[in-house]
Structures are given as structure tokens and as C-alpha cells.
């Protein structure tokens, strides 16, 4: 298995709250991913980043912020949490050095919003 | 990125192979069709991944039409522990391109 751990691996926080999840891999991929899953939809993409200090924005990302300061990190940040918010939340790396790279799935977290 | 069609749920037998059907019919040339599952509550795990020839590896095979619009997974002897939502991607070389995963199809091995 690629070497990504996400912590925490559970949360309850409760409305209006921030919230920061990480993020961090050993296997110095250059591209990183945050997704989402929630019942019925599948994952959708928050953000993503393609180096350091280089992010962009996926089609969720409404009430994300994300940074990448070193290779290793990633972290995805809610500056205030609410209940849509609610979700699994999954790190995504890839190496980015071919055109069919695939990407490879941390255990997730599981993130509960009262 | 071309939209996937997958049958929600199948079962298959134990010692069985399992055959995963996936609809494509609106891909492009360079658009590969990639398999992940998922296994309750885990990370999506890559299976295999491949653009026309049909490819093998330790855990399955893919099959693609030769017009490509279509493809299907085989897991040549199911077992309990292949339980799981198998997602059926199409995705273009981009390397920043997300994988957008659908709904999948909810495979139950049967003992």
C-alpha cells in the first residue's frame, strides 16, 4: 500500500468551527488530492495540488481552503464548519510523471458536524 | 472526461469469476477506463487500468471492445473478500485530472 496516513481519522466538532485535516505521504508523489464521499454521490474532488504552494480548486470546493507547504503535507481546512460538511474525507496522491498515472487512496476521514 | 455506466449491484459465487460491465460509449481516443473498488469504509483501491488492448494483472482482467464502448472487469475466481463497490473511470491524460467516480456497482460474493 502507497504510504499515506490522514489524521484524525474521526472528528465530531460542532457548527462554526474551524477544522484542519492532514494529510501525509512518504512516497514524495507530486500530486495530492482531497475528496469528499457522502451517500449517493460518490467522490468529488475539493482541491488538488501539483507541487508545493501549488493548488487548485476541484468541483466542491466551496468552504475549503487547502496548503501545501512541504512535499509530505497536505491539509485541508474548513475555516467554519457546517452540518453539510458532514462527510468522508479522502487524501489522494499520485507521482504526476506519466499521462496514466493512477492515484492511490489514504484510509480516509470521518468527519461529523453537529 | 466520458460519463460510465454500471449495472448498481450483481452477485457472484464464490470460486466464480466475477464479469463487471461497464458502458463508455461516449469516450475519446485518449481517454483510458480505469478500475478501482472499495471496500467498506476504505480508500478506493486501484485494480487495473488500460486504453485498448485488454490487459491482466495479479488481481483482474480488463476486457475493452474493440470500439471501445464498452468494457468489463474480471475477477477470474471470486472470493468473500471481493465484496465491494467496483468503480468504472474513464479519464483523459491530463495528470491533474480528477477521477470522477460515479456510483459504481456493488459486487456481493456469494459463499
Known amino acids: 500500500d502507497a504510504g499515506i496516513t490522514q489524521s484524525p481519522r474521526h472528528k465530531v466538532t460542532e457548527t462554526g468551527t474551524p477544522v484542519t485535516l492532514r494529510c501525509h505521504q512518504t512516497e514524495n508523489h507530486r500530486y495530492m488530492y482531497w475528496y469528499r464521499q457522502d451517500p449517493g454521490h460518490g467522490l468529488r474532488l475539493i482541491h488538488y495540488s501539483y507541487g508545493v504552494k501549488d493548488t487548485d480548486k476541484g468541483e466542491v470546493s466551496d468552504g475549503y481552503s487547502v496548503s501545501r507547504s512541504k512535499t509530505e503535507d497536505f491539509l485541508l481546512t474548513l475555516e467554519s464548519a457546517t452540518s453539510s460538511q458532514t462527510s468522508v474525507y479522502f487524501c489522494?496522491?499520485?507521482?504526476?510523471?506519466?499521462?496514466?498515472?493512477?492515484?492511490?487512496f489514504g484510509p480516509g476521514t470521518r468527519l461529523t458536524v453537529l | 472526461d466520458a460519463k460510465t455506466t454500471q449495472p448498481p449491484s450483481m452477485d457472484c459465487a464464490e470460486g466464480r469469476a466475477a464479469n463487471l460491465p461497464c458502458n463508455h460509449s461516449?469516450?475519446?481516443?485518449?481517454?483510458?477506463v480505469y478500475w478501482y473498488r472499495q471496500i467498506h469504509s476504505q480508500g478506493p483501491q486501484y485494480i487495473i487500468h488500460?486504453?485498448?488492448n485488454n490487459e491482466t494483472n495479479e488481481m483482474a482482467s480488463l476486457i475493452i471492445t474493440e470500439d471501445r464502448k464498452s468494457s468489463t472487469l474480471i475477477l477470474p475466481h471470486a472470493t468473500l473478500r471481493d465484496t465491494a463497490v467496483y468503480y468504472c473511470?474513464?479519464?483523459?491524460?491530463?495528470?491533474?485530472?480528477?477521477?470522477?467516480f460515479g456510483t459504481g456497482t456493488s459486487l456481493t460474493v456469494i459463499p
Open positions: 488500460g486504453l485498448k
Open positions: 489522494a496522491i499520485s507521482p504526476g510523471k506519466t499521462d496514466t498515472d493512477t492515484q492511490y
Open positions: 461516449t469516450i475519446s481516443g485518449n481517454e483510458y
Open positions: 473511470i474513464v479519464r483523459g491524460t491530463n495528470t491533474g485530472n480528477q477521477f470522477y
